[in-house]
């Protein structure tokens, strides 16, 4: 025999010692980290992020333990609120927070696996974790650090679990009541540690769980979080019947995921869910594992790992409706990378590692990284658009916030802010949008898009009128590279002309396509406008000449 083949017999059946395993992972982590936070440099705070940001400046303990669309996170509003207070808003130290959650857990999980797999064979199923492009959100963006943060909890919680001691039930605990407080994927170790305890018949380990659970309870209820409403963070019971279906997609999406063979070349991007390899997937691994069941029976352990995966499952089940969800959304594939690979893992526990399948298993593994390196590649473009139109928005809603009678967040198109955001408070930490003073310098886009979001929330529109003014105050629009324009007063103004002309608006970006109507001879029009306390000037445009505006007085409204 060579001795490379007896090197890769001896790291399948594990004789290697940890040592070498450890120091790989080490070395895959040190190469992770700076490709993550690279490749996402271009990204800027989420949707959630802006929101804890505005809720930070007065945040108390009813703020800590208020809820996030159904979700306690009061680990993560007050590390948030610590970080704002200290780096302010430099994003690279919150994406930094994620990575640094992403190692905890892949270091956690190596833990547990390798005491029920050799170390070379546990740490192929480690690795993926380190750079799983896939899931976009939870890898490059800063409140990545939320769900990964409460995963490492639950596997820290199963590590402890596995002592069997008192202490070990006491970490246990402690662990499960953070990942609670973190986010809600760690619930379902609370329910997969109360399974446990129940199947062993281990009455006096029943609190260890079930008192987590009880706390959550106690928590929505007492909160009045969500209820039925599946948008607010609530849940139907009666979507428990989608289980099985929701289970299989789950589980699709991260085996095909998982095996890097999920790739769109078309779109540049992963599958369309419930395409490609997945389906394949998890129908063998279903069928494996019934297999596995059958022949060899199961244990508490594996019973234990598969109800934190059907836990997870479940809760995802109960939340569909309101908005846009489906098992195989790239925000559900970390959490569930992990409570398969928990499954799969302890399926494996005993199985004897031929050199083919060892050879393969590392070669899947590659493949996952390969994968998932190009798509964290490509998905630079769609980070840096998620974080220019973040900060439009921000931009755009903090100067309807300056306006005289604003109109409703009702009224206005929030897409990367939610309704609750305040720009106010947000603004206590920086500049969480752009300075619009310096919007003429930047590409045009951007100021297109903040110009689209306040004509979209303020409605402006030519109004026949009857107002007097003067004519002799009249303005002509100026020939400006091929079409006229001028600024308008703060207030608005009377537009006549000599001829039908059509008109746009803008004020930050180019002006062509904000429409605001056709103006007509000896029909003059009113165009009232409200004005915010930045001192840039709408304007208004045409490609006919012959347009003037004309001041009036407001008290003559």
Known sequence: MNSAAEKVDRLRRGENGSRLAWAVLAVAMVI???????????????????????????????????????????????????????????????????????????????????????????????????????????????????????????????????????????????????????????????????????????????????????????????????????????????????????????????????????????????VQPGTGIGPVLAAAALVALGWRIATRGADFRLWTVIAVALALFAAQTLAVGGIERYPEMPRYLYPGLIVVMLVVVEALRGFAWSRATFVALWLITAISLLTSFSLLRQQSEGREWKAEQTRIEVTAVSLLADTPSPPPVSRQPRRMVTDDFDPKTAGDYGDLGYDPATLSDRPVEIGNGVDRFLYESLKPGLQATTVPFVKADCEPLKAINGRYRISLPRNGAVITSTREAKLTIGRFGSGRSLKIGTVTPNSPQLLKLRYDGEPTPWFIKSKTPGVSACPFDSGDL
């Open 32 to 270: 992770a980290t700076p490709l993550i936070l690279y490749y996402g440099r271009d990204g800027w705070f989420s949707i959630d992020e802006a929101q804890w940001i505005s809720d930070s400046p007065h945040l108390d303990l009813g703020g800590v333990l208020s809820p996030h669309v159904g979700h306690l996170v009061a680990i993560p509003r007050l590390v948030y609120k610590l970080m704002l207070e200290t780096v302010g808003l430099d994003y690279f130290a919150y994406r930094l927070l994620t990575v640094l959650a992403i190692l905890l857990c892949a270091g956690l999980f190596f833990s547990w696996a390798k005491r029920r797999l050799p170390d070379f064979v546990a740490l192929a199923f480690t690795l993926p974790i380190l750079l799983f492009a896939y899931d976009p959100l939870h890898l490059i963006a800063g409140n990545g650090f939320t769900v990964m943060l409460a995963l490492s909890f639950g596997i820290a919680a199963l590590l402890a679990w596995d002592r069997d001691d008192t202490r070990g039930d006491v970490a246990t605990f402690v662990f499960l009541v953070l990942g609670g407080l973190t986010y809600t994927v760690a619930l379902p170790f609370s329910v997969a540690v109360f399974i446990s305890a129940l199947l062993q018949r281990r009455w006096n380990r029943i609190w260890v769980g079930l008192v987590p659970i009880a706390l959550y309870l106690a928590w929505r209820a007492l909160g009045n979080v969500g209820a039925t409403d599946t948008a607010a963070g609530g849940g139907d019971l009666l979507n428990i019947l989608l289980l099985p279906a929701w289970s299989f997609g789950g589980i699709s999406g991260v085996l095909g995921s998982w095996s890097g063979l999920s790739f769109d070349f078309v779109r540049s991007g992963a």
